[in-house]
C-alpha cells in the first residue's frame, strides 16, 4: 500500500480511482466491509483503491479541550490495519482549522475527483464532511451527477444486537468489556508500549511483571485481564493488571503484564497486549500471602480462556 501525508493538491496523483473517505478510528469490521467495496468496485473499474482520512483526528482540532474522547488506535496501527484490506493508496490529510473551513464542493473538486481522479466513492451511512457537514449522501449523489463519478451508500453493518462502530468500541473497552469489543473491531483490542522500570512487586511475589508506558489513548478500565502478547514476532499467553496496586502503599496507576514461560529481559523494548477478556476487579487483598494465592488463580484462569481464544489477527 502507498501512503501519501499531503495538503498539497495542485498536482494529480490518480487519474482513475475508487475512494472512501473517513476517519476509521480502530477499523473494525464496519470499515472493512467498506474498504471490501472500495476494492471489489476498483476491480470492476480497472481502476485504484484509495482510502482517505486526517491526522489528527479532526475531533482533537474542532474540539481540543474534550478529554473524554480517546483514539482507539495509534495513527501507525491504522496504517497497519488498513494494509491489511489491500487498499492501493492510503492519503493522510494533515486536518487544520483552515482545512475544516473548506467546503463540501470544493473537497470533491479539488481532491475527491481533481487530485484522485475518483470515478466511484464508497461511504457508510452516516458519514458526513466538509464546513458545516454539508457533505452528505445528498450531496455527494448531486455531485456525482455533475461530474460523472458513482456513490455506494452502506447500510449500517453489525448483528442482531450491535452496531459496528468506533463509538461502541471505546465504550465497551473504557468499560472493561474487551471480548464483547473483540466482536466489533474483529480482533482484540491492542495496546502498544515501552517496559519500563516499576517497583519490581511481581518480581518479590514470583511473578515478575513488564511495566508498561501505553502509546495507546483507549486503555481498558482498571482490572485484570488474560491477554496474549506479542515481542517481536513472538506470542506469549500473558495476565495483564491495569490500576493501582492497593495492596502496597504509594502506587501509582499502572499497566502492568505477567508473560507466561517468558524469562527474557524486556526493559526497553516494545510490546504489543491484546486484550482477550477480563478476569477480575483489581482488589486490596489483606495479606501479600491472599495477594499471591489470588494471581496464581488469575494465572491458571488466563491459560484456560486463551488456549482456545488465539487473536484473530494471528488466524486469518
Not at 500500500?1 to 493538491?9: G, K
Not at 501479600?288 to 486469518?316: C, H, N, W, Y
Request: glycine letters at 8%; one cysteine or more; aromatic letters at 8%.
Amino acid at each position: 500500500m502507498q501512503t501519501v501525508i499531503t495538503d498539497d493538491f495542485s498536482h494529480p496523483i490518480s487519474e482513475r480511482s475508487v475512494v472512501t473517505i473517513g476517519n476509521f478510528d480502530g477499523v473494525h469490521r464496519g470499515h472493512r466491509e467498506i474498504f471490501r467495496q472500495v476494492v471489489s468496485s476498483s476491480i470492476k473499474l480497472s481502476a485504484r483503491s484509495v482510502v482517505v482520512t486526517f491526522t489528527p483526528h479532526p475531533l482533537r482540532v474542532l474540539r481540543p479541550h474534550d478529554r473524554r474522547f480517546c483514539l482507539i488506535t495509534t495513527d501507525e496501527q491504522k496504517r497497519e490495519l488498513i494494509a491489511e484490506s489491500d487498499i492501493d493508496l492510503l492519503l493522510i490529510i494533515p486536518f487544520s482549522k483552515e482545512f475544516a473551513a473548506i467546503s463540501a464542493a470544493d473537497f470533491v473538486k479539488r481532491v475527491l475527483y481533481g487530485f484522485l481522479g475518483a470515478r466511484h466513492l464508497v461511504i457508510g451511512h452516516d458519514y458526513s464532511f466538509g464546513s458545516g457537514r454539508e457533505g452528505n449522501e445528498r450531496f455527494l449523489l448531486e455531485m456525482g451527477e455533475e461530474l460523472g463519478f458513482g456513490v455506494t451508500v452502506l447500510e449500517p453493518v453489525g448483528d442482531t444486537s450491535l452496531l459496528f462502530s468506533s463509538t461502541q468500541v471505546r465504550r465497551l473497552v473504557l468499560a472493561g468489556a474487551v471480548a464483547d469489543a473483540t466482536q466489533i473491531l474483529g480482533r482484540c483490542h491492542r495496546v502498544t508500549g515501552q517496559v519500563v522500570h516499576g517497583r519490581e512487586i511481581g518480581r518479590f511475589l514470583g511473578f515478575p511483571t513488564a511495566n508498561i508506558i501505553p502509546q495507546n489513548e483507549l486503555v481498558p478500565a482498571d482490572g485484570v485481564y488474560a491477554v496474549w502478547v506479542s515481542v517481536g514476532k513472538e506470542l506469549f499467553m500473558g495476565a495483564c493488571s491495569i490500576g493501582i496496586n492497593p495492596t502496597f502503599e504509594g502506587g501509582q496507576h499502572t499497566v502492568e503484564v505477567f508473560l507466561f514461560d517468558f524469562a527474557a529481559d524486556l526493559y526497553g523494548k516494545q510490546v504489543v497486549i491484546h486484550f482477550v477478556d477480563r478476569l477480575r476487579d483489581v482488589v486490596r487483598f489483606p495479606d501479600v500471602g491472599a495477594l499471591k494465592q489470588q494471581i496464581e488463580m488469575d494465572v491458571v484462569k488466563a491459560r484456560q480462556i486463551l488456549s482456545t481464544a488465539l487473536p484473530m489477527e494471528f488466524v486469518r
